[in-house]
């Protein structure tokens, strides 16, 4: 018997055994059924990737599914019997079986019949669903027309009719409205908001809640926390070093551009290359920092080019998952291996990021190129200062004028004696002392002036160049500086002691930072006047000493001057100098020198306000081209063969007249051609407001994705996304504006069976909130809430000790002392290498992330019983209660779930709520140490009228109210 035969034998068995049901008649969908079984369980040996693929052989597309060979094809369509593939899978000899043992896979009993008739049925072939261009479909007719309000619905009841399915009645009005201001905001309703719902007349009251909520600002920052996750926004870089950063302007900018409904094709050519756009304007670059989220690794011994190559990988593979829904990492070394991406379109994609001016050197957490993001204030005050230091300059250019025609004011004259203890001193003719000799480690110039007739109010040292000092400047040292460490005048009397001149301040020209003229009358020897400013000193410089009195010299009298070096700086001393008198109790140079300390202190000023700007890394090109190749194995060093920017031929190919560069590759993402980004995007909306997406993995639109449940639906909003001007707002009413938005949550135990992960949608989403919002929440209901938009990380509560023991101990958590403490949860300071412990089902912002993740695990009750943050918004909630002197305890009783389920207690849970206050009254008593150390949880200030047994009562009921099951979900 021939091999051919006895497969045949085989599998007619196999049939017969499986049955020839109904179903066998009915048409096979080879996208939704047949291709998943392949790419499952084929692909890995016969798909993309030519280095594993074996015998040849491709399955992934129609040519090599039907290719012949030596007699025989994979897939004879209409003849099962001969095809290669039905003989393999349906083998039961071990070398011949496919797929094979030693793979660890294999199809079932089912799978093989589905194959089996789609071979039979002619083996249509069809496009993976996900590249081919949506259109927007017609609506299907439905059994009950009355129930869809927009398209949505129309969809979705055609798929409820083909299960036999029936949508669930609606919620009740309180359990929508708090669903909706969840979804649009974040938070709950306010119990004035729920009123304000409630009372209003019916007709189209639910649509004004829905423009309320979508106008609020809070609404940008609920749709700017995905969108986070999504950029692997943090404030540090990661890695062991983890130093901080500023990119908190770029998080800002994601909140205005939400809020200002950007349509989302600007938003996204805005952040993928908005430096390109013709005469790009501040926030358009700004946006750039999308791309500039990565980590950057500091770490010794790292490469430079290595880290380079690493940071594009991650903007690539960031941008392939965010807007195109595809897995592009493992293609960094070699073909996809399940769809049609090879490692030569990877890197023809990198090319698109390769030419920006980055180096990867350095771990410098602001690395360029970088754009300066001054606030509100900051502009004001740096306007200010400038006008102020206009101000200044044109006043001392008139006290300059005046100075001129005042120079006879002062007068010099040699001294009687002069001396220095180690140097040797002598005049020149305009009066001036020049110093020469061997250069001193230290020295002292002494001297001594007589027979001076005028008064003496303030004394000029003028410091001059002369060609004999170091560059031809006014002193002896190496850098050409001095520093005059001491500057006393005594009045010398014969017969008496030395009587010192009490010099009341100094001024000078120029003075080096921590060097200025007031150290040389301080009588320390550490510190002293000093000129260096970084550079060469090519000018004469000057300091006034005024006297606290002025003085008169007697006959017989002299004034001694001595001028001390003796600085830790060896060899500074003075090369050249000028002593000058003058009798005028405010000399014209005074001015001068108070309005250079005046313009130097602005200067200052100005400059301690600019280093204050965030700094935010942006996106820029450098002039010279980069070289793209193909990097062996995604090695830095390991090139390949050179590549130009591309796309994967799967997809549409860029327009010929465009730019090959980021912005070409940002427009033609937002393009009509392209097949996925409106797709991809829709889909995270919709798995944002109803829990899971029409594509389950919103990460992975690739042929290892889930199918959509609802293709037709999936599209017809793709298209309206597209067709509305890409307005996000638009989609989003459309989607909590419809019945499918508005049904139920409860699920009858039929329902619970035929589909319990609600993907059919015949009820409302129910699902576990995140712990950013629960946190949210908590802090609105209890009146902590300091509701600010933007601005820097915040350091809200956290345990001690977290960050040093991930930081090697280089990093102490400054935990906040004021009302930063209760901001919104969008605003905390996020480290990248341990995130904020309080949102323990984040992401964790080290690569980009854009599916949510919810956990009821012991650590969610374990931070809603226990952490600070919900101790005390417990505290604060009971004292806001108790302070309310309206009504008595079932008052207060309506007001506490009124304030945290936005709902009215029923009388049964007003008469338990009641009883377990008393209980907790009763353990309080026996208990008030604990009483008292519960309510000194918090740095909020306690109001110390309240009983405190009462209020920590109410705080254990408050608490057991915010770790409800109806809290903590979304009904």
Same mark, same amino acid.
């Given at each position: 018997?021939?091999?051919?035969?006895?497969?045949?034998?085989?599998?007619?068995?196999?049939?017969?055994?499986?049955?020839?049901?109904?179903?066998?008649?009915?048409?096979?969908?080879?996208?939704?059924? %047949?291709?998943? %079984?392949?790419?499952?369980?084929?692909?890995?040996?016969?798909?993309?990737?030519?280095?594993?693929?074996?015998?040849?052989?491709?399955?992934?597309?129609?040519?090599?599914?039907?290719?012949? $060979?030596?007699?025989?094809?994979?897939?004879?369509?209409?003849?099962?019997?001969?095809?290669?593939?039905?003989?393999?899978?349906?083998?039961?000899?071990?070398?011949?079986?496919?797929?094979?043992?030693?793979?660890?896979?294999?199809?079932?009993?089912?799978?093989?019949?589905? %194959?089996?008739?789609?071979?039979?049925?002619?083996?249509?072939?069809?496009?993976?669903?996900?590249?081919?261009?949506?259109?927007?479909?017609?609506? @299907?007719?439905?059994?009950?027309?009355?129930?869809?309000?927009?398209?949505?619905?129309?969809?979705?009841? =055609?798929?409820?009719?083909?299960?036999?399915?029936?949508?669930?009645?609606?919620?009740?009005?309180?359990?929508?409205?708090?669903?909706?201001?969840?979804?649009?905001?974040?938070?709950? /309703?306010?119990?004035?908001?729920?009123?304000?719902?409630?009372?209003?007349?019916?007709?189209?009251?639910?649509?004004?809640?829905?423009?309320?909520?979508?106008?609020?600002?809070?609404?940008?920052?609920?749709?700017?926390?995905?969108?986070?996750?999504?950029? $692997?926004?943090?404030?540090?870089?990661?890695?062991?070093?983890?130093?901080?950063?500023?990119?908190?302007?770029?998080?800002?900018?994601?909140? @205005?551009?939400?809020?200002?409904?950007?349509?989302?094709?600007?938003?996204?050519?805005?952040?993928?290359?908005?430096?390109?756009?013709?005469?790009?304007?501040?926030?358009?670059?700004?946006?750039?920092?999308?791309?500039?989220?990565?980590?950057?690794?500091?770490?010794?011994?790292?490469?430079?080019?290595?880290?380079?190559?690493?940071?594009?990988?991650? !903007?690539?593979?960031?941008?392939?998952?965010?807007?195109?829904?595809?897995?592009?990492?493992?293609?960094?070394?070699?073909?996809?291996?399940?769809?049609?991406?090879?490692?030569?379109?990877?890197? !023809?994609? #990198?090319?698109? #990021?390769?030419?920006?001016?980055?180096?990867?050197?350095?771990?410098?957490?602001?690395?360029?190129?970088?754009?300066?993001?001054?606030?509100?204030?900051?502009? @004001?005050?740096?306007?200010?200062?400038?006008?102020?230091?206009?101000?200044?300059?044109?006043?001392?250019?008139?006290?300059? $004028?005046?100075?001129?025609?005042?120079?006879?004011?002062?007068?010099?004259?040699?001294?009687?004696?002069?001396?220095?203890?180690?140097?040797?001193?002598?005049?020149?003719?305009?009066?001036?002392?020049?110093?020469?000799?061997?250069?001193?480690?230290?020295?002292?110039?002494?001297?001594?002036?007589?027979?001076?007739?005028?008064? %003496?109010?303030?004394?000029?040292?003028?410091?001059?160049?002369?060609?004999?000092?170091? =560059?031809?400047?006014?002193?002896?040292?190496?850098?050409?500086?001095?520093?005059?460490?001491?500057?006393?005048?005594?009045?010398?009397?014969?017969?008496?002691?030395?009587?010192?001149?009490?010099?009341?301040?100094?001024?000078?020209?120029?003075?080096?930072?921590?060097?200025?003229?007031?150290?040389?009358?301080?009588?320390?020897?550490?510190?002293?006047?000093?000129?260096?400013?970084?550079?060469?000193?090519?000018?004469?410089?000057?300091?006034?000493?005024?006297?606290?009195?002025?003085?008169?010299?007697?006959?017989?009298?002299?004034?001694?001057?001595?001028?001390?070096?003796?600085?830790?700086?060896?060899?500074?001393?003075?090369?050249?100098?000028?002593?000058?008198?003058?009798?005028?109790?405010?000399?014209?140079?005074?001015?001068?020198?108070?309005?250079?300390?005046?313009?130097?202190?602005?200067?200052?000023?100005?400059?301690?306000?600019?280093?204050?700007?965030?700094?935010?890394?942006?996106?820029?090109?450098?002039?010279?081209?980069?070289?793209?190749?193909?990097?062996?194995?995604?090695?830095?060093?390991?090139?390949?063969?050179?590549?130009?920017?591309?796309?994967?031929?799967?997809?549409?190919?860029?327009?010929?007249?465009?730019?090959?560069?980021?912005? =070409?590759?940002?427009?033609?993402?937002?393009?009509?051609?392209?097949?996925?980004?409106?797709?991809?995007?829709?889909?995270?909306?919709?798995?944002?407001?109803?829990?899971?997406?029409?594509?389950?993995?919103?990460?992975?639109?690739?042929? !290892?994705?889930?199918?959509?449940?609802?293709?037709?639906?999936?599209?017809?909003?793709?298209?309206?996304?597209?067709?509305?001007?890409?307005?996000?707002?638009?989609?989003?009413? +459309?989607?909590?504006?419809?019945?499918?938005?508005?049904?139920?949550?409860?699920?009858?135990?039929?329902?619970?069976?035929?589909?319990?992960?609600?993907? +059919?949608? =015949?009820?409302?989403?129910?699902?576990?909130?995140?712990?950013?919002?629960?946190?949210?929440?908590?802090?609105?209901?209890?009146?902590?809430?300091?509701?600010?938009?933007?601005?820097?990380?915040?350091?809200?509560?956290?345990?001690?000790?977290?960050?040093?023991?991930?930081?090697?101990?280089?990093?102490?958590?400054?935990?906040?002392?004021?009302?930063?403490?209760?901001?919104?949860?969008?605003?905390?300071?996020?480290?990248?290498?341990?995130?904020?412990?309080?949102?323990?089902?984040?992401?964790?912002?080290?690569?980009?992330?854009?599916?949510?993740?919810?956990?009821?695990?012991?650590?969610?009750?374990?931070?809603?019983?226990?952490?600070?943050?919900?101790?005390?918004?417990? $505290?604060?909630?009971?004292?806001?209660?108790?302070?309310? /002197?309206?009504?008595?305890?079932?008052?207060?009783?309506?007001?506490?779930?009124?304030?945290?389920?936005?709902?009215?207690?029923?009388?049964?849970?007003?008469?338990?709520?009641?009883?377990?206050? !008393?209980?907790?009254?009763?353990?309080?008593?026996?208990?008030?140490?604990?009483?008292?150390?519960?309510?000194?949880?918090?740095?909020?200030?306690?109001?110390?009228?309240?009983?405190?047994?009462?209020?920590?009562?109410?705080?254990?009921?408050?608490?057991?109210?915010?770790?409800?099951?109806?809290?903590?979900?979304?009904?």
């Amino acid at each position: 018997m021939n091999r051919k035969f006895i497969f045949a034998c085989a599998v007619y068995l196999a049939i017969f055994s499986l049955g020839q049901n109904s179903s066998w008649a009915q048409e096979v969908d080879f996208s939704r059924e %047949i291709q998943p %079984i392949l790419s499952d369980n084929c692909f890995l040996c016969h798909g993309p990737d030519i280095s594993t693929r074996k015998a040849k052989m491709r399955l992934d597309i129609k040519e090599g599914v039907l290719q012949e $060979r030596d007699g025989w094809a994979p897939v004879y369509p209409g003849n099962p019997d001969d095809s290669e593939i039905i003989l393999r899978i349906f083998s039961e000899i071990e070398n011949d079986v496919m797929p094979p043992s030693d793979s660890h896979l294999a199809l079932t009993a089912e799978q093989k019949k589905l %194959i089996y008739r789609w071979i039979e049925q002619g083996a249509p072939w069809a496009e993976h669903w996900a590249y081919v261009a949506p259109t927007q479909p017609d609506f @299907r007719e439905v059994s009950d027309p009355s129930w869809p309000r927009n398209a949505i619905d129309y969809f979705v009841m =055609a798929r409820l009719d083909r299960e036999k399915l029936t949508p669930s009645p609606p919620a009740d009005e309180q359990t929508l409205l708090c669903r909706l201001s969840l979804d649009l905001t974040g938070f709950a /309703p306010t119990p004035a908001e729920r009123a304000e719902f409630l009372e209003a007349p019916d007709g189209n009251r639910w649509q004004q809640q829905i423009d309320r909520l979508l106008a609020s600002p809070r609404y940008g920052e609920r749709m700017a926390w995905p969108w986070l996750d999504a950029a $692997r926004y943090a404030d540090s870089n990661g890695y062991q070093g983890d130093k901080d950063r500023t990119m908190w302007p770029w998080r800002d900018w994601v909140v @205005r551009a939400f809020n200002q409904n950007l349509p989302f094709d600007q938003f996204t050519v805005w952040q993928l290359a908005g430096d390109l756009l013709d005469n790009p304007t501040q926030e358009q670059k700004l946006a750039t920092a999308f791309l500039r989220n990565h980590m950057i690794n500091g770490e010794g011994g790292r490469i430079a080019e290595e880290n380079r190559v690493e940071y594009i990988f991650d !903007q690539l593979e960031t941008v392939g998952t965010t807007w195109m829904g595809l897995t592009m990492n493992c293609c960094r070394c070699h073909d996809h291996k399940f769809d049609p991406i090879s490692q030569e379109n990877y890197f !023809q994609l #990198f090319a698109f #990021f390769n030419q920006t001016e980055v180096t990867g050197g350095g771990d410098n957490p602001s690395t360029a190129p970088m754009m300066e993001i001054p606030g509100q204030e900051q502009l @004001r005050r740096i306007e200010d200062l400038q006008k102020r230091l206009n101000t200044v300059e044109r006043q001392r250019t008139e006290v300059l $004028r005046q100075v001129a025609s005042a120079q006879a004011e002062w007068k010099s004259s040699k001294p009687k004696e002069l001396r220095a203890e180690h140097q040797d001193l002598s005049f020149l003719d305009d009066d001036s002392i020049l110093v020469s000799g061997t250069n001193a480690e230290k020295d002292i110039y002494s001297l001594q002036y007589r027979d001076w007739s005028e008064p %003496i109010a303030a004394i000029r040292l003028e410091a001059k160049r002369h060609e004999s000092m170091t =560059a031809g400047g006014i002193a002896r040292s190496d850098s050409g500086n001095f520093v005059l460490t001491g500057f006393e005048a005594q009045l010398l009397t014969e017969g008496s002691a030395p009587e010192s001149v009490k010099i009341q301040y100094a001024r000078a020209s120029v003075e080096q930072n921590g060097f200025e003229v007031a150290g040389a009358i301080d009588d320390d020897s550490a510190s002293g006047w000093a000129v260096w400013q970084g550079q060469p000193i090519t000018s004469d410089q000057v300091a006034i000493f005024y006297l606290q009195q002025p003085i008169q010299l007697q006959p017989g009298q002299s004034l001694q001057l001595t001028l001390r070096h003796e600085s830790v700086h060896e060899y500074h001393n003075l090369g050249r100098f000028r002593i000058s008198f003058t009798n005028a109790v405010q000399p014209e140079e005074l001015k001068w020198l108070s309005m250079n300390e005046q313009h130097e202190q602005l200067d200052n000023e100005m400059q301690s306000v600019r280093s204050a700007i965030p700094r935010v890394m942006i996106m820029q090109e450098q002039v010279h081209q980069r070289r793209t190749f193909v990097l062996s194995s995604g090695l830095y060093n390991q090139p390949k063969q050179e590549v130009l920017p591309g796309l994967p031929s799967v997809l549409p190919a860029l327009a010929m007249d465009n730019r090959m560069d980021r912005l =070409a590759l940002a427009q033609w993402l937002v393009s009509p051609e392209n097949p996925l980004t409106s797709r991809v995007i829709v889909n995270r909306l919709w798995a944002q407001v109803f829990g899971v997406g029409l594509v389950k993995t919103t990460d992975n639109f690739g042929s !290892q994705g889930e199918r959509p449940t609802h293709p037709e639906l999936l599209d017809w909003l793709a298209v309206e996304f597209q067709r509305s001007g890409w307005d996000v707002k638009h989609m989003m009413r +459309l989607m909590v504006d419809s019945a499918t938005y508005r049904q139920s949550s409860q699920r009858s135990a039929e329902l619970q069976e035929l589909d319990p992960k609600n993907r +059919l949608l =015949a009820r409302g989403a129910r699902y576990r909130l995140p712990s950013w919002m629960i946190r949210d929440h908590a802090l609105q209901a209890s009146g902590l809430l300091v509701d600010q938009i933007g601005g820097p990380g915040n350091y809200p509560y956290q345990p001690a000790g977290v960050w040093q023991e991930f930081t090697f101990q280089t990093r102490t958590y400054p935990q906040a002392k004021d009302a930063s403490l209760y901001r919104r949860s969008l605003y905390t300071f996020w480290r990248r290498i341990v995130a904020p412990t309080m949102f323990f089902d984040s992401a964790t912002r080290q690569s980009c992330s854009v599916t949510e993740r919810r956990t009821n695990t012991p650590l969610h009750a374990l931070s809603t019983l226990n952490d600070t943050t919900y101790i005390e918004a417990s $505290r604060f909630l009971a004292q806001r209660i108790l302070q309310n /002197p309206a009504g008595g305890e079932t008052a207060r009783i309506r007001e506490a779930f009124l304030l945290v389920l936005s709902r009215l207690p029923s009388a049964s849970e007003t008469e338990l709520i009641k009883s377990s206050l !008393q209980r907790l009254r009763q353990q309080f008593q026996g208990a008030s140490f604990e009483a008292e150390q519960l309510l000194q949880v918090g740095a909020s200030a306690r109001d110390q009228n309240i009983d405190a047994i009462e209020h920590a009562a109410w705080t254990s009921m408050a608490l057991a109210l915010f770790n409800l099951d109806e809290t903590l979900t979304k009904e």
